[in-house]
Nanobody, 121 residues
């Protein structure tokens, strides 16, 4: 499966962005989908995860209540709606797909190319 992430950009603190991850090659209904981010000098961290079952959606603590992961199966696309953005959300954001229901970060087999999100104060 090929993943194409888009939607990043420059936004002021308090603003919103919606990231998209469009898939081709296979339907995303077969995969657990994750959004990761990596800030300069830091490790890549899981921000949100959507399981195939739809249960136990995961959000990293710092984004709970602000970010929402969702799927549009008809468009074979996963989204990350990001509201109330903060400067510390600045990072390159990656979408990823895993065949395991509850993957560890290293078990995501397919990765998008990353999209830059910059939040100014």
């Amino acid at each position: 499966v090929q993943l194409q992430a888009s939607g990043g950009g420059l936004v002021q603190a308090g603003g919103s962005l919606r990231l998209s991850c469009a898939a081709s090659g296979r339907t995303l209904t077969a995969f657990t989908m994750g959004w990761f981010r990596q800030a300069p000098g830091k490790e890549r961290d899981l921000v949100a995860r959507s399981r195939v079952s739809g249960r136990n959606t995961y959000y990293e603590d710092s984004v709970k209540g602000r970010f929402t992961i969702s799927r549009d199966n008809a468009k074979n696309t996963v989204y990350l709606q990001m509201n109330s953005l903060k400067p510390e959300d600045t990072a390159v954001y990656y979408c990823a797909a895993a065949t395991r229901e509850m993957p560890t970060p290293s078990e995501y087999e397919y990765w998008g190319q990353g999209t830059q999100v910059t939040v100014s104060s």
